[in-house]
């Protein structure tokens, strides 16, 4: 019978009877008790199954996927089953999910009493961009009995995309909004905007910023007053991303440019919020996935429809076609992230040139990244004269990229250096700064 699968249980009771057949040969007394017990099994057996199989919509499962997941983080996925059997039932639920999560071990096991309906929920955290298949839901059913089980099988071939990180976008606008982020303890920036959009003149406060003192409103108020602005609107921010092997480099399971991408979704959001234009472009060989720089209402969007297309090409990134591509298409002067990752202070010098190009015309921040096995070697307590070795070098390879950060200070050029995991809040911070002091 299809979908029919006899337990363990009904095995075992095989095996009892097996068992007494054999004693009965030394025992003829036993051999009417291994007869009527035989025929007891067979009984049990045949009931059970057509208890299971009498009715045909006898469960109704379901599977809830959300429209799309987000990288990275902890999604929710929903399934819902009701037993419509007059009896109590149990249940195994086995959800054949995406090859991608590499799962082998998915199971749900629940109680129902007759007419319950259970809804189950289970976290799927995605690491690679792109489309997601579902395969059946089966749904294997026994009664007290457990005899036998019948499966149930639902929705075959659901699929989903796998989008950049995108669930906690709420949670950084809100922090946004309020000019301060938790990274340890609280940093709040305060906002120095120095355009010439006045807003009105307040009282001052310790922070504030000391140009600012109007002196004409401080005399005939015989305490100190500020002018306050507003922070400058619809300013031009490009997100560039390398795409090169150098950020194909794995932490935790995501890739540098899956965070780097995830990063941008972020302050992406951020700088729409603030009401400046936000624009993409991606480069390795040559400059692609290119959006322009706009805060109309789908641009979001567009900018996370061409992030779900980035992958990484494994070759050496052109910082000379970079450097071309935004002498002649970012025309006015603008904020310019550039998300790459630079190992040595050679690395930096072969490239300081188009560096430099670029900030001669733009304010370039180049985030790279701290690497954490390093971070936490650092911080470890040495035990053997290996470890000391390993410490040592570690400790070099860290204090190069301190001084690839005075290279870039050199000539002006900020840079983010961070471990991937605070990459989002370290750049919407480097934003906000960068906003409240006005450097634009």
Not at 25 to 34: H, K
Not at 52 to 63: M, P, Q, S, W
Not at 332 to 347: G, H, K, M, V, W
Not at 362 to 369: E, Q, R
Request: charged letters at 25%; proline letters at 3%; one cysteine or more.
């Amino acid at each position: 019978m299809k979908n029919l699968y006899i337990n363990t249980r009904f095995y075992m009771a095989l095996l009892a009877v097996g068992s007494l057949y054999v004693l009965a040969f030394f025992l003829p007394l036993l051999l009417w008790f291994a007869h009527a017990l035989l025929i007891a099994c067979i009984l049990a057996l045949a009931s059970d199954i057509f208890l299971l199989f009498a009715k045909e919509n006898a469960v109704v499962g379901h599977r809830t996927l959300p429209e799309k997941l987000s990288n990275g983080d902890r999604n929710e996925i929903r399934v819902s089953v009701k037993n419509n059997y007059p009896v109590a039932v149990s249940v195994n639920i086995i959800d054949e999910i995406p090859f991608q999560f590499q799962k082998r071990d998915f199971l749900l096991t629940k109680s129902m009493k007759a007419g319950e309906d259970v809804t189950f929920q289970y976290p799927l955290v995605p690491k690679v961009r792109g489309s997601y298949h579902f395969g059946k839901l089966n749904v294997y059913v026994k009664s007290v009995l457990g005899l036998v089980s019948r499966r149930f099988k639902f929705q075959d071939g659901d699929s989903l995309p796998c989008y950049p990180s995108f669930i906690h976008l709420r949670k950084y606008e809100l922090m946004a909004l309020q000019n301060e982020f938790m990274m340890g303890g609280l940093k709040k920036i305060r906002k120095l905007g120095h355009t010439m959009e006045f807003e009105q003149i307040k009282d001052y406060v310790p922070g504030d910023d000391i140009r600012t003192i109007n002196w004409k409103a401080t005399g005939k108020r015989n305490q100190l007053m500020v002018n306050q602005y507003q922070d400058e609107k619809s300013q031009r921010i490009f997100l560039m991303i390398d795409k090169g092997r150098t950020m194909q480099m794995p932490f935790n399971g995501l890739s540098l440019l899956d965070y780097s991408v995830n990063a941008v979704m972020a302050l992406s959001h951020i700088i729409l919020k603030k009401n400046d234009r936000a624009g993409l472009m991606t480069f390795s060989r040559k400059t692609e996935n290119k959006v322009a720089a706009d805060n109309k209402s789908g641009q979001l969007r567009k900018i996370s429809e061409a992030l779900y297309q980035i992958e990484t090409d494994f070759f050496e990134s052109d910082f000379s076609r970079l450097y071309q591509d935004v002498k002649f298409t970012v025309g006015q002067r603008s904020l310019i992230l550039l998300f790459t990752n630079f190992e040595t202070l050679d690395a930096v010098n072969r490239q300081m040139k188009y560096l430099r190009g670029i900030a001669k015309n733009h304010l370039l921040v180049v985030v790279f990244f701290r690497n954490s096995e390093l971070h936490d070697l650092i911080q470890t307590n040495p035990e053997n004269m290996k470890d000391v070795y390993d410490q040592i070098i570690a400790e070099k390879l860290e204090f190069e990229k301190k001084l690839i950060m005075q290279e870039l200070r050199k000539y002006g050029i900020y840079s983010v250096y961070t471990l991937p995991e605070n990459l989002n809040i370290e750049v919407i911070n480097k934003y906000l700064e960068i906003k409240a002091r006005g450097l634009l």
